[in-house]
């Protein structure tokens, strides 16, 4: 008997979006950004997490913490998106200012009839843990990051990633349901109809795919000047490691809506000299070309989901273990389809 492919509600129901974000983004270990980026005190980056805005900051102490990205007096956004460094964190509405490790220190024009306890008020924090010089942060702590990556931790224990340099970091946005791209990520199926070029640059006939311990491994010897090493991994429940010559990429799928996706590319080298720069530019160059072409099909895909005249397939054996991998992933961290919408 085959597996099937998941319902279309699955990629197109607002309801079941909501359960994702607390069953699987709220609980779940996520890419954050290489150590890297945390170099003096105050260094940050503030990013989303499926709609939560949050913010890892080093503080006086050298140490990394993360919080929601958050004013605790009404609601509004700290910092902006994106890397900087700041010497305590000022809200832009009302001028509340908070320490570098999350404290109340100054709540302005409150007077003495209307004393506030400024110790009541930090900020909201977020887990934060290093792992091979990358930061995760969790919104609520659940498991340890290491059971979260299990098979991952063997797959690239000789892989020298920590040698290789941040280099740069391109964000893509469309408009699909963040588990059609995963779906498409994880298979290599679709490489013949969607990367012809890429196809020919490879031994499709000994395409592999393994998929277990919250990992999915394709593999395929490359041909010709190909830059992909011929290793491709994605982890749950929503970041990919590739390897190329002379470096790698990291990415995380991450939902802006039902509907709408970012992906979070980050670009390490071994080599980061100027004289290299036209070398990682092109290799960049050709790794967004390829993720690009992807996008068509995703969309479309999504609008068939939405039209209602879809009615799941079968899975191929051989080329679609992790879509089914990542699909039962899925529907293991939802409540039951009876709890998640209405009859």
């Known amino acids: 008997m085959f597996k099937e492919n998941l319902e279309a509600r699955y990629y197109t129901e607002s309801a079941i979006y909501r359960q994702e974000q607390a069953g699987i983004f709220n609980t779940s270990w996520q890419l954050i950004a290489p150590r890297s980026h945390f170099v003096e005190k105050g260094d940050y980056v503030a990013t989303e997490i499926a709609g939560t805005k949050v913010f890892v900051v080093l503080d006086e102490d050298g140490k990394l913490r993360g919080f929601r990205n958050l004013c605790r ?20 509405y009302h001028n509340w200012v908070y320490r570098l490790d999350g404290s109340l220190e100054r709540a302005p024009w409150f007077t003495e009839d209307e004393s506030l306890s400024l110790e009541n008020w930090p900020l909201h924090s977020i887990s934060v843990t290093l792992w091979r010089g990358l930061v995760f942060a969790c919104l609520e702590s659940g498991v340890a990051l290491t059971h979260q990556l299990d098979g991952l931790l063997s797959e690239i224990e000789k892989d020298p990633i920590e040698e290789y340099h941040w280099a740069e970091r391109r964000t893509l946005v469309f408009d699909a349901n963040w588990k059609i791209y995963t779906d498409n990520f994880v298979e290599g199926y679709h490489i013949p109809g969607i990367h012809p070029e890429f196809f020919k640059a490879i031994d499709f006939e000994q395409f592999e795919t393994t998929a277990g ?79 690009e072409q992807d996008f068509d099909i995703c969309i479309h895909t999504h609008q068939n989901y939405l039209s209602g005249g879809y009615q799941p397939g079968p899975l191929s054996p051989r080329h679609e273990k992790g879509v089914h991998l990542f699909q039962e992933l899925v529907k293991q961290h939802l409540p039951s389809t009876r709890e998640v919408l209405p009859e």
């Open 73 to 92: 007096h009404r609601g509004a956004m700290l910092l902006e998106s994106g890397q900087g460094r700041c010497r305590s964190i000022r809200c832009p």
């Open 213 to 291: 311990d919250n990992l999915v491994r394709m593999t395929a010897p490359t041909k010709g000047s190909l830059f992909y090493r011929g290793r491709w991994l994605w982890m749950w429940p929503n970041w990919t490691l590739s390897f190329f010559n002379g470096g790698m990429n990291t990415s995380r799928i991450n939902p802006l809506g039902v509907d709408r996706t970012e992906l979070i590319y980050d670009f390490y080298f071994a080599d980061v000299s100027d004289a290299a720069s036209d070398s990682r530019q092109e290799t960049i160059q050709r790794n967004i070309a390829v993720i």
